[in-house]
C-alpha cells in the first residue's frame, strides 16, 4: 500500500492499458481519415510514454523512503533516527512532486487525499468536551497543511447541545491523521454516568476510472431498418459489455462503425460512473454505521481534573492537560501516526 498514492498510481496503471491498443487503432485507415480524431489519439499515446516514465520514478521513490522508514526503530542512536527521519521527509516531497506531475498527465489536480469525518456527542457534556477537541484536531490539521471544509453541525432537541460535527478534510496523509482519533471515547462525569465521543473517519468517494481495454467485450453486429447499403451489409451497430459488471449497452444509430463504437463507449462509462458513485455512497455509510457501532474506547476524558488520557500510548505520554496546546496536541498526534505505521 503507498497510502495517498494508491489512486494515481492505479489510475496511471490503468491508464496505461490503453496504450497499445491506441497504437492499434491508429493504423486502422477509418481512423487516419478522421484527421483530427487520429491526432487525438495520437498526442494520447505520446502522453503515455511520460505516464509510464514518471509512474516509474513514483514507485522507485516510494520504495526508497520505505527502505529508510524501516531503518527508524528504537535500537537506534536518536541522530540516527534523525537522520532517517529527514532522509525520508525528503524522499516524501520528491514522491508528492512525482505524484503531481503524474497527476497533471492524467489531467487530474494535485494529489491529495480526501476524508470524511463525523463526531457524535452522546450528552451535553461530551458536546461541550468534544467541540474543544473539534478545534484542536483542526488547528493540527490546518497546521499540517489539510484543508478542513464543509463544516456542518446538527444540535439536539430544543438546542439544548451539539450531537453532531460532520467535515471534509483535504490534504496530504488527512486520513491518517484522522484514524488515529477513531473511536467511541469516554468523558468521565463526576456523580453521573459516562457519556461518549463518537469519533468515526472514512475514505471520501474515490474518483472514476474509465474502464479498461480488458474489462470490455466488443460484438459487431448489422444494423436494422433504413440507412442505405452500407448498414446492411457492413457490421456497422455496436455491442460493448462490461464483464465485470455485465452492463450492456448497445449502439446503431450512426452509420460508421467507429462512430458507434465511440458512443456505446461513451454511454457506457457514464452508467458506469452512476453506479459507481452510487456505491461510494453507500461504502461512505456503511462505514460509518460500523464505527459508530463499535465500543472500543481508545480515549477517555477526565472532567473534573480536565485531563485527556489515551491508553494507546506508553507509560508516561498517556495523559495530557485538556484542552492541550497546539504544541502537546501536535506531539500527541504524532506518537500515535508511529504506532500506526
Known amino acids: 500500500m503507498n497510502g495517498i498514492f494508491d489512486g494515481i498510481i492505479a489510475a496511471s496503471e490503468k491508464t496505461l492499458e490503453h496504450f497499445y491498443s491506441l497504437e492499434e487503432m491508429l493504423e486502422y485507415p477509418e481512423v487516419q481519415a478522421d484527421k483530427a480524431y487520429y491526432l487525438s489519439l495520437l498526442a494520447q499515446y505520446d502522453k503515455l510514454k511520460s505516464v509510464h516514465m514518471k509512474l516509474c520514478e513514483l514507485k522507485k521513490t516510494l520504495k526508497e523512503e520505505q527502505a ?12 540516527e533516527n534523525k537522520l532517517y527521519s529527514e ?5 516524501r516531497q520528491k514522491a508528492e512532486s512525482a505524484g503531481r506531475e503524474l497527476a497533471s498527465l492524467l489531467g487530474g489536480e494535485n494529489v491529495k487525499e480526501f476524508a470524511f469525518c463525523r463526531i457524535r456527542f452522546t450528552g451535553e457534556t461530551a458536546a461541550k468536551t468534544g467541540q474543544k477537541f473539534y478545534v484542536c484536531t483542526e ?34 496523509d488527512a486520513l491518517l491523521i484522522l484514524k488515529t482519533l477513531c473511536g467511541a471515547h ?12 463518537l469519533f468515526a473517519a472514512t475514505a471520501a468517494e474515490r474518483l472514476f476510472s474509465p474502464p479498461a481495454d480488458s474489462e470490455l467485450k466488443t460484438d459487431l453486429f448489422h444494423s436494422g431498418g433504413a440507412g442505405g447499403q452500407n448498414i446492411n451489409k457492413v457490421e456497422t451497430a455496436v455491442r460493448i459489455t462490461h464483464i465485470p459488471s455485465g452492463i450492456v449497452v448497445t449502439c446503431q444509430d450512426e452509420r460508421s462503425q467507429l ?6 463507449l461513451e454511454n457506457l462509462t ?21 464505527q459508530f457501532s463499535s465500543h472500543r474506547s481508545p480515549l477517555s476524558f477526565d472532567t473534573a481534573n480536565a485531563t485527556m488520557t489515551d491508553t494507546r500510548l506508553t507509560s508516561g505520554n498517556e495523559k495530557l492537560p485538556f484542552p492541550p496546546d497546539d504544541k502537546t496536541f501536535a506531539s500527541y498526534i504524532t506518537n500515535l501516526i508511529a504506532l500506526r505505521k
Open 186 to 197: 469516554k468523558v468521565i462525569v463526576p456523580n453521573a454516568p459516562s457519556e461518549e465521543i
Open 87 to 91: 532522509e525520508a521527509a525528503e524522499l
Open 68 to 79: 529508510v522508514l524501516t531503518l527508524v526503530s528504537p535500537s537506534a542512536t536518536e541522530e
Open 139 to 172: 488547528n493540527y490539521l490546518s497546521s499540517h497543511g489539510v484543508t478542513v471544509k464543509d463544516v456542518k453541525k446538527i444540535f439536539a432537541k430544543n438546542n439544548a447541545f451539539i450531537r453532531e460535527i460532520s467535515f471534509k478534510a483535504e490534504g496530504a
Open 259 to 264: 462512430k458507434n463504437k465511440r458512443r456505446a
Open 270 to 290: 457514464a452508467k458506469l460512473a452512476e453506479k459507481h458513485y452510487e456505491t461510494e455512497k453507500i461504502r461512505i455509510e456503511a462505514d460509518f454505521k460500523r
